[in-house]
């Protein structure tokens, strides 16, 4: 009488195969997937702007608190949109009621330059330094979806008179040095050909 062992077809085998291959797929993406980022291709900083990674302490706080004044800015004035149809910028005095800072005068405000902000402009906001420490004078234009924010670097800055007009051109000639939120190439250039954000 023969006896022969037969193995039950569980596929037991098959899957220990399966699972070899995708372990081995899953191990060359990984060691592959470095190779194969496409990178942002990084503008060069124009001579009227700096990067955020180069400010100080005082400057990135201030700059932290007015992006975070700019959507609250944008989202009152939609609500004025929504309620009768044309939009109105808030006043000042609106800003300090809804407690968005930098805007209110509390401890804060004192230590980080003591701002006295004014409505330029509709959208407009510029703050000028009154105490020797603190941020820099800025300016904050509220027009685009992402803030653009402009320093007076070394107080160089030419002040904004109200109701003037603002734009980019006038921020430049009045000396006035836009913040770039995004990386930037090392070399830095005037005369390269890049966007800059708003």
């Given at each position: 009488m023969i006896r022969q062992s037969v193995r039950s077809d569980n596929g037991d085998r098959e899957g220990k195969w399966v699972g070899l291959c995708i372990g081995l797929i899953l191990l060359i993406a990984f060691v592959l997937l470095p190779y194969h980022q496409a990178k942002e291709p990084e503008a060069a900083l124009l001579s009227h702007q700096v990067a955020i990674n180069d400010l100080s302490p005082d400057e990135l706080a201030m700059v932290a608190e007015l992006r975070l004044a700019h959507e609250e800015i944008r989202n009152l004035f939609q609500d004025t949109v929504l309620e009768n149809g044309t939009g109105?910028?808030?006043?000042?005095?609106?800003?300090?009621?809804?407690?968005?800072?930098?805007?209110?005068?509390?401890?804060?405000?004192?230590?980080?330059?003591?701002?006295?902000?004014?409505?330029?402009?509709?959208?407009?906001?510029?703050?000028?330094?009154?105490?020797?420490?603190?941020s820099m004078s800025i300016v904050l234009n509220s027009h685009t979806k992402a803030p653009d924010i402009w320093l007076a670097m070394d107080d160089q800055a030419k002040p904004f008179e109200t109701k003037q007009k603002v734009d980019e051109q006038q921020l430049i000639s009045n000396g006035w040095t836009q913040i770039v939120f995004q990386p930037v190439a090392e070399n830095t250039s005037s005369s390269a050909n890049s966007t800059h954000s708003h």
């Open positions: 109105s910028w808030p006043k000042l005095n609106e800003l300090e009621e809804f407690w968005i800072a930098p805007f209110v005068k509390d401890k804060s405000w004192q230590r980080k330059g003591r701002h006295q902000w004014t409505l330029v402009a509709d959208g407009t906001y510029q703050g000028l330094r009154q105490s020797d420490s603190g």
